[in-house]
């Protein structure tokens, strides 16, 4: 990834804004009304310690996220008290344990192989963590792994730029459009506006792909 020390710095700091406390209610929400496989693996890219991937594993599904840093997996394991093992896989390092898979590493450097069982894809925090010159390339990325018929919960922020420099990164529904519509079928679920994103008004957008 471009500028890996900036999110290195982020972890060892403890500056995690951009970590929730909480479930976030969109995937509360909406995930129930994605045509999954209760069981199924779901990917969770730039997943961090985020207490979704608790809410999938509730659910029932294994869940496999991918992080740059280890401080991030370790502390996700050791805060809600899981047991887990390391392993190299690929070129990653695989913490794991209780249906839980966090692979620490580039995530440019996920393959089809380690995506072999995924069905299903929530992304929060990685494609809005991401500058638009990187967006484009993560979804190319993205593109080339999944199977058909995989089918992604996506949530976006949008907000006025020169009131804030990303990340999150501000990213409008015409540029989802130009991400994704080529190769998914793209349906706008719900927007939001946030009475509590950093002092500025900001609009969450949760939308359902369907990749062709």
Same mark, same amino acid.
């Given at each position: 990834?471009?500028? !890996? ?79 887990? *093992?390391? #392993? ?13 898979? $966090? ?5 440019f ?5 380690? #995506? ?28 080339? $792994? ?5 089918q ?5 922020? +949008? ?7 990303? !990340? ?6 015409? *540029? ?14 719900k ?11 900001a609009? +969450? ?8």
């Amino acid at each position: 990834m471009e500028n !890996p020390q900036f999110w290195h710095n982020k972890w060892q700091s403890g500056e995690l804004g951009f970590h929730l406390e909480d479930t976030n209610a969109a995937l509360a929400k909406y995930w129930p009304g994605l045509d999954i496989d209760g069981a199924c693996e779901v990917l969770v890219p730039l997943c961090g310690k985020s207490l979704d991937m608790l809410w999938l594993r509730q659910q029932g599904h294994t869940v496999l996220g991918v992080e740059l840093s280890p401080i991030a997996a370790k502390e996700f394991f050791a805060e809600n008290k899981i047991a887990y *093992e390391t #392993t190299k896989r690929g070129k990653f390092q695989s913490f794991s344990g209780d249906g839980f898979t $966090i692979l620490v590493g580039d995530i440019f450097d996920l393959t089809k192989t380690e #995506t072999a069982n995924v069905k299903a894809v929530y992304d929060r925090a990685a494609l809005i963590a991401l500058p638009p010159a990187m967006q484009e390339k993560y979804v190319a990325h993205i593109k080339s $792994i999944l199977a058909p018929k995989t089918q992604i919960l996506l949530v976006t922020l +949008e907000y006025d730029p020169s009131e804030m420099d990303g !990340p999150p990164f501000s990213t409008k529904a015409p *540029e989802v459009q130009a991400h994704f519509a080529s190769w998914s079928q793209i349906k706008m679920l719900k927007t939001t506006a946030l009475t509590d994103f950093r002092d500025i008004a900001a609009n +969450e957008t949760v939308y359902k792909l369907v990749v062709a």
